[in-house]
Nanobody, 117 residues
Framework: QVQLVESGGGLVQAGDSLRLSCTAF????????MAWYRQAPGKSREAVAS?????????VDSVKGRFTISRDNAENTVNLSLQMNSLKPEDTAVYYC?????????WGQGTQVTVSS
């Protein structure tokens, strides 16, 4: 069993930066890919960025060059981060971290990011 705890959301102005964090507790050595998703009001949840166990990253086009995903595979935890720069109002959403093992998916509780114009 893996538990994900997120932090770092908030209310910022357009052009500001935020850093989201997600810590995986439990059996982090079982984790393969990890990712950040977001869901804006009235929209489907979409993948924002992902990172493999080996550090290969992928981003949705709308955040390329502005967001950076990173991962720290410690002995008893895995820390996933999303550095978000040059934020835009359209980045407003609830952000969720996702962790994937060979057979299961785990979601964080979500953290609200609101960008005012």
């Amino acid at each position: 069993q893996v538990q994900l705890v997120e932090s770092g959301g908030g209310l910022v102005q357009a052009g500001d930066s935020l850093r989201l964090s997600c810590t995986a507790f439990g059996r982090p050595s079982w984790l393969n890919d990890m990712a950040w998703y977001r869901q804006a009001p009235g929209k489907s949840r979409e993948a924002v960025a992902s990172i493999t166990r080996g550090g290969i990253t992928n981003y949705v086009d709308s955040v390329k060059g502005r967001f950076t995903i990173s991962r720290d595979n410690a002995e008893n935890t895995v820390n996933l981060s999303l550095q978000m720069n040059s934020l835009k109002p359209e980045d407003t959403a609830v952000y969720y971290c996702l962790a994937v093992t060979a057979s299961e998916y785990y979601w964080g509780q979500g953290t609200q990011v609101t960008v005012s114009s």
